[in-house]
């Protein structure tokens, strides 16, 4: 611990460029400082049918077990025990049924259980799909059904509000904002794009630049300081 | 990678006939279009055997009926949200609130309904005459499971299990003229006894050891080590051969 509130500053903007390089691998992410920052968002093909990735200013909603509501842009979902997960491991919601709250996305709990369920994917109306087999007891042909578990929701916040993030992924908006929910293919609401992991929202080489920046600014304080500290003892010195 | 790759799922299978659940399926149609005055669109989940952990998903929150039969127990398995969409259905009311109890009325309706239900759970189970359908409040030791999916008028699913899976029907096996293609490496073994170590010990090539004529009838003909027969060997017209005393033996 630097007693120097300079250098402490000098150490903490070092401990946030570092934080900016790391959520510059999350999906999805933010830049603490708008200097690394990237315009717009971009996505890569997947082949992973559980993965989408939302327009610009949209948010997929997840609650945990405590029922703390968060947004996040990280579309990299997986399935658990029957449960839409987002890639932290919690729930994302959505809507099982039209005119419905919102709830966590599942499979059915019974065709989980006996392993009906498969092919579960996500489609660009915000759909989550899987397909079980059903017999017609007339013919006794087998029929792949596709069922729909629900649509996945999302939030839109009013123009510039400041969503407060610890990891760069799960935002959550200030005391009193509340976001507008609605569906994917909605009026408000553009449709998703499957089968795409949204990249993070930081230049990767800006930030690494930004943090050599900070070292060497640490490092020029630092020498400062000692240069300081020296002139000070070689003046006392000569005082004596 | 991993979410690439299906992940192999190994799962005992119900010995239950599907057809035997297509007729309880069309029979319960033509019981539901009856009492619905509507036609009803069906479909059914193949028989199956759940794992243990299955059960308490099949019938958690659900209203349960045992039926009893001739060769087997049977169980009616509605969910609750099921049971309040056929009672609405049932009184024609489009609007269900999924989350709430069934009234005494709306009960004793689904009794009466259920009871029209088992009347065509005698392809599974077995008929009695005195048929006994009973509201449990938990089922143990069940087998199989299978369930139809009512689509329209009203969706619903009537889930049925089953005490006991049918023993699995005797299939025809495979004869042994269609194997007599196959080959196999055959050995003919001679037990020689004992022999004098001095012997075994000034074993080099170019050594003779030499046979008395009865160990010759001491031989086995054995295949990827399954004794096949045993007899003697030796010498019959001009060809090495092996004469069969008694078939099989140990293995």
Redesign the interface.
């Known amino acids: 611990m630097f007693l120097n509130p300079a250098l402490s500053a000098a150490l903490d903007r070092i401990s946030e460029r570092a934080d900016d390089i790391r959520r510059a691998f999350t999906p999805g992410s933010v830049a603490r400082y708008d200097d690394v920052a990237m315009a717009r968002p971009a996505s890569d093909f997947t082949l992973d049918p559980l993965a989408v990735s939302a327009a610009d200013d949209l948010y997929f909603v997840t609650r945990n077990q405590r029922g703390e509501v968060a947004y996040t842009r990280d579309g990299s979902f997986s399935l658990r025990d029957g449960r839409l997960l987002d890639s932290e491991g919690e729930p994302v919601r959505g809507f099982a049924a039209p005119g419905k709250e919102d709830s966590d996305l599942r499979i059915d709990a019974v065709d989980e259980a006996l392993g009906r369920a498969s092919d579960p994917r996500i489609e660009r109306d915000g759909s989550f799909v899987y397909e079980r087999v059903t017999v017609d007891p007339r013919s006794g042909l087998r029929k792949t059904q596709r069922v729909v578990a629900g649509r996945i929701a999302l939030a839109r916040f009013p123009a510039g509000t400041g969503l407060a993030t610890a990891d760069g992924s799960r935002c959550i908006p200030p005391p009193g904002v509340q976001p507008q929910l609605g569906i994917p293919g909605d009026v408000n609401f553009p449709t998703l794009r499957p089968m795409q992991r949204e990249r993070s929202r930081i230049d990767l080489d800006e930030s690494l630049v930004r943090l050599k920046d900070a070292y060497i600014a640490f490092d020029a304080l630092r020498a400062a300081e000692q240069a300081k500290a020296h002139l000070g003892k070689t003046a006392i010195d000569l005082v004596k | 990678m991993s979410?690439?790759i299906r992940k192999p799922?190994f799962?005992l299978r119900s010995a239950l006939p599907?057809?035997a659940?297509?007729v309880v399926?069309?029979g319960v149609?033509e019981t539901l279009t009856s009492i619905l005055s509507s036609p009803v669109e069906?479909?059914?989940?193949?028989p199956?055997i759940?794992p243990p952990?299955?059960w308490p998903?099949?019938v958690?929150g659900a209203i349960l009926y045992r039926v009893r039969g001739s060769i087997a127990d049977a169980a009616i398995v509605l969910?609750s949200a099921d049971a309040l969409s056929l009672v609405a259905a049932l009184f024609g009311e489009g609007f269900v609130h999924r989350d709430r109890e069934l009234s005494p009325i709306e009960r004793d309706v689904l009794d009466r309904t259920v009871n029209a239900i088992a009347a065509h759970l005698g392809s599974v189970c077995g008929t009695r005459e005195n048929r006994c359908v009973e509201r449990v409040g938990a089922i143990e030791g069940y087998a199989t499971?299978f369930?139809l999916?009512i689509e329209e008028p009203v969706a619903v699913?009537i889930?049925i299990a089953l005490s006991r899976d049918p023993s699995p029907e005797p299939q025809g096996c495979i004869e042994i003229g269609h194997l007599a293609a196959v080959s196999l490496t055959a050995r003919a073994t001679l037990d020689l006894g004992r022999i004098p170590s001095r012997a075994v010990s000034g074993l080099r090539p170019g050594s003779i050891l030499a046979f008395r004529q009865h160990d010759l009838q001491r031989c086995t003909l054995r295949a990827h080590e399954r004794s096949l027969a045993r007899g003697a060997c030796g010498v019959r017209s001009g060809r090495y051969a092996f004469h069969v005393e008694a078939v099989g033996g140990e293995t």
């Open positions: 979410k690439r799922v799962g599907p057809s659940a297509c399926a069309n149609r069906m479909r059914l989940f193949e199956s759940p952990p299955a998903a099949i958690k969910r499971y369930e999916l699913r889930g």
